[in-house]
């Protein structure tokens, strides 16, 4: 059975940080693209960040510079260190693997977990 936990989150002030994780088991982590994905109160889920099997970075230009996800094969975990929080990053966080369908990134596996929620408020 494949789950993934994430934990980490909490409320920082505008301009602080967080480091997130997510452990994830009943899969073969390192072969896998994992994804940090955020929703905000009434907007889709949007994927933040992705790591290749080989530690390859991408992020959101809304993140870009900000943020910085990395991975420990030997824990199956993947982290998302954000630096420089605000407002707009207010969202529950969710790791998943992803895959490439041809025309977008796409989660492998439908079930979400409960996430961890962020909050940046002063």
């Known amino acids: 059975q494949v789950q993934r936990v994430e934990s980490g989150g909490g409320l920082v002030q505008p301009g602080g940080s967080l480091r997130l994780s997510c452990a994830a088991s009943?899969?073969?982590?390192?072969?896998?693209?994992m994804g940090w994905y955020r929703q905000a109160p009434g907007k889709q889920r949007e994927l933040v960040a992705r790591i290749t099997v080989d530690g390859s970075t991408t992020y959101a230009d809304s993140v870009k510079g900000r943020f910085t996800i990395s991975r420990d094969n030997a824990k199956n975990t993947v982290y998302l260190r954000m630096n420089s929080l605000k407002p707009e990053d207010t969202a529950v966080y969710y790791c998943?693997?992803?895959?490439?369908?041809?025309?977008?990134?796409?989660?492998?596996?439908?079930?979400w977990g409960q996430g961890t929620q962020v909050t940046v408020s002063s």
């Open positions: 998943n693997a992803i895959w490439w369908t041809g025309n977008n990134w796409q989660q492998r596996y439908n079930y």
């Open positions: 009943g899969i073969i982590f390192s072969d896998n693209i």
